[in-house]
T-cell receptor, first 113, second 113 residues
């Protein structure tokens, strides 16, 4: 079992719809969770951080964390064609003070006009 | 504030040549990571440093790869000799510490002919 798993997609949604991206992780002691967006030919860009159970909202983005079920999700409301990208889930495994993250393989999102 | 800086942005070289990639992390960040990304293998962690000390180089594919961090503001990744299968985008990332997100540089696109 991979430490961090995502559905590679592509996930296709119409413009204006809600896009739901999911990620599961294997390490129960993980404490920090991040979502990155990566446009084709660009570097990963941090869009959301979440550290405690529940929802965290930032504009059109909502991150949801459920530590008991070991999953974290990202909701994108009112999806726009400019949201078309690959979304990477990253989890911090407790390994001392090093900041190492484990990344999922990414989910490709396509928002169709 | 300046983000992570990488150079060169593009490198085209011939098989057998030495390649040196450079990275300047964000000031004050104490951990630095080198990644390689390809379509086939996704984002792979090669090596990371904490307070300039290499912590884990298990991701370095072969002895042809080496990395150094002589001080807190500079790191290099060297490939000698380079091979066509080393063609990829190489990212450098830094983080303030445990539990914090990583911030990526723009990457170096390496092509080995």
């Amino acid at each position: 079992q991979k430490e961090v798993e995502q559905n590679s997609g592509p996930l296709s949604v119409p413009e204006g719809a809600i896009a739901s991206l999911n990620c599961t992780y294997s390490d129960r002691v993980s404490q920090s969770f991040f979502w990155y967006r990566q446009y084709s030919g660009k570097s990963p860009e941090l869009i959301m951080s979440i550290y405690s159970n529940g929802d965290k909202e930032d504009g059109r983005f909502t991150a949801q964390l459920n530590k008991a079920s070991q999953y974290v999700s990202l909701l994108i409301r009112d999806s726009q064609p400019s949201d078309s990208a690959t979304y990477l889930c990253a989890v911090n495994l407790y390994s001392g003070n090093t900041g190492k993250l484990i990344f999922g393989q990414g989910t490709t999102l396509q928002v169709k006009p | 504030d300046a983000g992570v800086i990488q150079s060169p942005r593009h490198e085209v070289t011939e098989m057998g040549q030495e390649v040196t990639l450079r990275c300047k992390p964000i000031s004050g960040h104490n951990s630095l990571f080198w990644y390689r990304q390809t379509m086939m293998r996704g984002l792979e962690l090669l090596i990371y440093f904490n307070n300039n000390v290499p912590i884990d180089d298990s991701g370095m594919p072969e002895d042809r790869f080496s990395a150094k961090m002589p001080n807190a503001s500079f790191s290099t990744l060297k490939i000698q000799p380079s091979e066509p299968r080393d063609s990829a985008v190489y990212f450098c990332a830094s983080t303030p510490g445990q539990g914090q997100p990583q911030y990526f540089g723009p990457g170096t696109r390496l092509t080995v002919l």
